[in-house]
């Protein structure tokens, strides 16, 4: 069965920092794997997303993240948050011909003047 | 170009009461989603939809829940006597499914229904 862990339950950051949330999934073959974002009373936004390829993929908002196989991560990156940035990440891992996706319990992200 | 919409809002209903939650999915899209999101917690699979069927109903925790898709499109999220452990926020989205030669299709979500059973 697929899992997703995400260790950080809260990040507070400044703003113009840099930013890594940190997700590790597990799965037997090669997943499929995502990064969403959700606002208050908003729905899921997908940031990106990691098929096959290039292990270092762009996004949406200027996050990118980076696959490591080794170390069955997927962590999330911003070389500059903004405040507009705070939110809940979410990391999921998927399969092909599994449509469903399987979160982890999310990180919420506070930025701070 | 309206996105995934789900009515109502929010929900509140006493433990052993009977809900249907709605989803309108993007139109033409032809795959739609069922999640559950506990409080702190990421949202949980419950049913996939592919046009009228359900190619995937796994996560469905128990009889009391049951979801329907009759004509494709709209689908209703059914919960018969409610306990206050179904609280959550109830997630719908759509997808415009599985095509030939394509690895994934992206998950567009609504807002969701914020359920509260009292």
């Known amino acids: 069965a697929q899992s997703v862990t995400q260790p950080d339950i809260h990040i507070t950051v400044s703003e113009g920092a840099s930013l890594e949330l940190r997700c590790n999934y597990s799965y037997g073959a090669t997943p499929y794997l995502f990064w969403y974002v959700q606002s208050p009373g908003q729905g899921l936004q997908l940031l990106l997303k990691y098929f096959s390829g290039d292990t270092l993929v762009q996004g949406i908002k200027g996050f990118e993240a980076e696959f490591k196989r080794s170390q069955s991560s997927f962590n999330l990156r911003k070389p500059s948050v903004h405040w507009s940035d705070a939110a809940e990440y979410f990391c999921?891992?998927?399969?092909?011909?599994?449509?469903?996706?399987?979160f982890g319990t999310g990180t919420r992200l506070t930025i701070i003047p | 170009g309206a996105g995934v919409s789900q009515t109502p809002s929010n929900k509140v209903t006493e433990k052993g009461k009977y809900v249907e939650l709605r989803c309108d999915p993007i139109s033409g899209h032809t795959a739609l989603y069922w999640y559950r999101q506990s409080l702190g917690q990421g949202p949980e699979f419950l049913i996939y939809?592919?046009?009228?069927?359900?190619?995937?109903d796994s996560g469905l925790p128990n009889d009391r829940f049951f979801a329907v898709r009759p004509e494709g499109s709209v689908s209703t999220l059914k919960i018969q006597r409610t306990e206050r452990g179904d609280s959550a926020v109830y997630l719908c989205?759509?997808?415009?499914?599985?095509?030939?030669?394509?690895?994934?299709?992206?998950?567009?979500f609504g807002p969701g229904t914020r359920l509260t059973v009292l």
């Open positions: 999921a891992v998927g399969a092909r011909g599994n449509e469903k996706l399987t």
């Open positions: 989205a759509s997808s415009s499914g599985p095509r030939a030669g394509e690895t994934y299709n992206e998950q567009f």
């Open positions: 939809f592919q046009g009228t069927g359900a190619a995937d």
